[in-house]
């Protein structure tokens, strides 16, 4: 029973040792930054703070702002961050919270502002500070929610923009395929009205009359033509023999045909 009574009070003393170290690296860190500005050498009191007593909420609430004056955004969200996490108290986690809304401001996350100032009230609803940051983090979230749809019309417009022309040159090239179809088509159609020589056939204005072949075994119209005459000039012949005979009183008889 001795032996851990003993145990619990060196622990004890153990413990208020690396609160008091702690807290001494917290106020030469707050020195450092309130007399020089000097974040550096600020940055490594609290992290000594932070070593000696992890869970020690000034230094790291502290480490955090100063990662904040100094404009390392990132860093200081991560630390207040972890502050708002371990602190023990509401005025410890309202201070973590409000600081967290500021620097979501500086990056143009205002949305994500807006419920982190809300969660700070909820720590201290009478902060004042903190209440007028949640209304402009509102408002700058409602400007930024019109940007975002005027983007988005935009965008869309552009889209539609883009896909009416698409379909516009899809049309025009369509409408010169079937124009060359067409084309094709009456190409072919007026090429089959040619003949060999290339002029067009089957055409009443320009179709020359074609005469009758005669068919094997057949005479062709010339040659009856011809006939014809032959046999009227022979006829004839025979009419002035007549004639001739008839005026000398000659009668003759006339040539069979065989």
Known sequence: MIT???????????????????????????????????????????????????????????????????????????????????ATSKEEKHKAFHNMGNILMKNKKCKEAVEVYKSALRNDPTDDETRYNLALAKECAEQQKDQNKDDENKDDKEDK??????????????????????????????????????????????KEPQQPKPQPGQLSPQQIKNILEAMNNQEQKVQEKINAEKQKGVKVKTEKDW
Do not use: W
């Open 4 to 86: 851990s009574f003993s145990f619990a009070q060196e622990q004890e003393k153990e413990d208020v040792k690396a609160i008091r170290n702690a807290n001494n690296y917290v106020y030469e860190g707050n020195t450092l930054l309130a007399d020089k500005d000097d974040f550096v050498s600020a940055e490594m009191e609290y992290r000594k703070a932070i070593s000696e007593r992890p869970t020690t909420t000034a230094g790291i609430y502290n480490l955090g702002n100063s990662y904040y004056k100094s404009k390392n955004y990132e860093e200081a969200l991560y630390r207040l961050e972890q502050a708002s996490k371990i």
């Open 161 to 206: 923009k883009d896909q009416d022309k698409k379909d516009d040159n899809k049309d025009k090239g369509d409408n010169k395929e079937d124009d060359k179809g067409q084309n094709d088509q009456d190409k072919k159609e007026s090429d089959d009205k040619k003949d060999d020589q290339g002029q067009p056939k089957d055409e009443k204005d320009n």
